[in-house]
């Protein structure tokens, strides 16, 4: 069974605040796909990023990064220097089976 | 690119009333799309996966004669909310992968569902 856990329920922070999404998983697979989803008000989910089991390798896009432990089965997400556009949920999802299992979601709200 | 649609974007019906929303991938085509169920502050829940020419799987505990899904084509798929009630009242999103089983999920808008 596939499971996702996103502990932290929200996170309020003052614009410029660095912030970081906490995602633990479980997978019995050697082989499985990590994503993380962007869900702003409007509801639709964006896509920021996708990573292989087998690729540790942590990885920077902008203001957003990731972090990516096999040992300690996290994939972390943190956005720097945040800004207001940012608010949003954030679903960390694993996939196995073919199927999405998507965390609980964390609510960032950033404050001018 | 990978972009998908959903239509309607919200609805409102009364309480016995089929409601049909449509899923398309717009620059791609999607031999698999998804179905799922997201209640307020909720995660997705999926409801169930659809490939071209096929029968849809659901979930367990997803009534398939409650939730018709049909994916007549390679960029359309349709789920049919039939007698519906106020508890089907959700937030109903679609997504669509544009290669192999393990390729990455886009998704749709979303359509919201009022049922009165």
């Known amino acids: 069974a596939q499971k996702v856990t996103q502990a932290q329920t929200e996170i309020s922070v003052v614009e410029k605040e660095d912030v970081t999404l906490d995602c633990v998983y479980e997978t019995r697979d050697t082989t499985y796909y990590l994503f993380w989803y962007k869900q702003p008000p409007s509801g639709e989910l964006v896509f920021l990023i996708r990573r292989n089991s087998f690729d540790e390798q942590n990885e920077i896009s902008g203001r957003y990064s990731w972090n990516f432990q096999k040992s300690t089965s996290s994939f972390n997400f943190t956005i720097t220097a945040s800004q207001v556009v940012d608010s949003a949920v954030y679903f960390c999802?694993?996939?196995?089976?073919?199927?999405?299992?998507f965390g609980a979601g964390t609510t960032v709200t950033v404050r001018a | 690119g990978a972009v998908v649609s959903q239509h309607p974007s919200w609805v409102i019906c009364k309480s016995g009333t089929s409601v049909k929303i449509e899923c398309r991938s717009l620059?791609?085509?999607?031999?698999?799309m998804f179905w799922y169920r997201q209640f307020p502050k909720q995660s997705l829940m999926l409801m169930a996966t659809s490939n071209e020419g096929s029968k849809a799987t659901y979930e367990q505990g997803v009534e398939k004669d409650k939730f018709l899904i049909n994916h007549a084509s390679l960029t359309l798929s349709t789920l049919t909310v039939t007698s519906a009630h106020p508890e089907d009242s959700s937030f109903y999103i679609c997504?669509?992968?544009?290669?192999?089983?393990?390729?990455?999920?886009?998704f749709g808008p979303g359509t919201r569902l009022t049922v009165l």
């Open positions: 620059d791609f085509q999607a031999t698999t």
């Open positions: 997504s669509a992968q544009l290669a192999g089983p393990t390729d990455t999920q886009y």
């Open positions: 999802a694993l996939m196995g089976d073919y199927k999405l299992s």
